[in-house]
T-cell receptor, first 115, second 117 residues
Framework: SQQGEEDPQALSIQEGENATMNCSYK?????LQWYRQNSGRGLVHLIL?????REKHSGRLRVTLDTSKKSSSLLITASRAADTASYFCATDGAYSGAGSYQLTFGKGTKLSVIP | GAVVSQHPSWVICKSGTSVKIECRSL??????MFWYRQFPKQSLMLMATSNEGSKATYEQGVEKDKFLINHASLTLSTLTVTSAHPEDSSFYIC?????????????FGAGTRLSVL
């Protein structure tokens, strides 16, 4: 079942602009992660934020987490054409039947960065 | 960084044949691996959790006799789609957990595109 829900479903921006994607989830979590997927490829882990963290940075990526609202955002600054991909949030937590290692993915945001 | 290798990357087969997909952790040992299925423009759906040395745990609605999982070593898990049919055509992705102090990060293979004619 889907836990994370990203919005928007699709986002198109000009190179150099910032891209913001949001993710909402329904139940308690231990961690929230963001992954990137190029078309027809596997997923690449971008960043993990723990439930007791509010913000995390990695290069041009900035992730926020608001556990009271059960939401997270991924900001990509100064976007490049190479950032074009689908971005998924994934959560793990106490709801996972097979233990907290299990991830549940949202539907993803398809980002297109126009050169 | 951690690398997970998945093979083959693309397979086309006739209806009724069985297809085996391999997932290897190349530079770490993985006691737990996961198999996902992804339809076009959709998210990943967990099919099963593969545990080294024990039976896989299947998600609800996933036929264990249809999707055979074997995790015989700490670096290899295989998914066999038995008697594949056109509706089994999909993108299959595996992942492995690399233990670290940074949390339960899953590293993904590049995926296998299965096309059943």
């Amino acid at each position: 079942s889907q836990q994370g829900e990203e919005d928007p479903q699709a986002l198109s921006i000009q190179e150099g602009e910032n891209a913001t994607m949001n993710c909402s989830y329904k139940t308690s979590i231990n961690n929230l992660q963001w992954y990137r997927q190029n078309s027809g490829r596997g997923l690449v882990h971008l960043i993990l934020i723990r439930s007791n963290e509010r913000e995390k940075h990695s290069g041009r990526l900035r992730v926020t987490l608001d556990t009271s609202k059960k939401s997270s955002s991924l900001l990509i600054t100064a976007s490049r054409a190479a950032d074009t991909a689908s971005y998924f949030c994934a959560t793990d937590g106490a709801y996972s039947g097979a233990g907290s290692y299990q991830l549940t993915f949202g539907k993803g945001t398809k980002l297109s960065v126009i050169p | 960084g951690a690398v997970v290798s998945q093979h083959p990357s693309w397979v086309i087969c006739k209806s009724g044949t069985s297809v085996k997909i391999e997932c290897r952790s190349l530079d770490f040992q993985a006691t737990t691996m996961f198999w996902y299925r992804q339809f076009p423009k959709q998210s990943l759906m967990l099919m099963a959790t593969s545990n080294e040395g024990s039976k896989a745990t299947y998600e609800q609605g996933v036929e264990k006799d249809k999707f055979l999982i074997n995790h015989a070593s700490l670096t290899l898990s295989t998914l066999t789609v038995t008697s594949a049919h056109p509706e089994d055509s999909s993108f299959y992705i595996c992942s492995a957990i690399r233990p670290s102090g940074k949390g339960n990060i899953q590293y993904f293979g590049a995926g296998t595109r299965l096309s059943v004619l």
